[in-house]
Nanobody
Framework: VQLQASGGGLVQAGGSLRLSCAASGLTFRRYGMGWFRQAPGKEREFVAGISLGGGNIDYADSVKGRFTISRDNAKNTVYLQMNSLKPEDTAVYYC???????????????WGQGTQVTVSS
């Protein structure tokens, strides 16, 4: 299984970035997908999650109204559109996958390598 995240970079406050995470080696439509981030000196935190078909979506309070998670099962890819970026959004962003097991999801057990997002003030 490989999760390849891309799209990070340096952006000014108020700007936008779109992260992508391409999955391979798994049956993508059977996995819920999530984005997490880790800032220097802080623990990794949940950012957004999306269900198998995209019908259920969840966001951290800190990004609600600014970030949008989506997925394209035909392309085995999950996206994170980030608008109105703030300096406190600066972090390494990771995508992750968790398998639907019929009565619930497994823990997130596949992780991408991370992509750096830096927001300047």
């Amino acid at each position: 299984v490989q999760l390849q995240a891309s799209g990070g970079g340096l952006v000014q406050a108020g700007g936008s970035l779109r992260l992508s995470c391409a999955a391979s080696g798994l049956t993508f439509r059977r996995y819920g997908m999530g984005w997490f981030r880790q800032a220097p000196g802080k623990e990794r935190e949940f950012v957004a999650g999306i269900s198998l078909g995209g019908g259920n979506i969840d966001y951290a309070d800190s990004v609600k109204g600014r970030f949008t998670i989506s997925r394209d099962n035909a392309k085995n890819t999950v996206y994170l559109q980030m608008n109105s970026l703030k300096p406190e959004d600066t972090a390494v962003y990771y995508c992750a996958a968790r398998r639907w097991e019929g009565d619930g999801y497994s823990p997130y057990n596949y992780w991408g390598q991370g992509t750096q997002v830096t927001v300047s003030s």
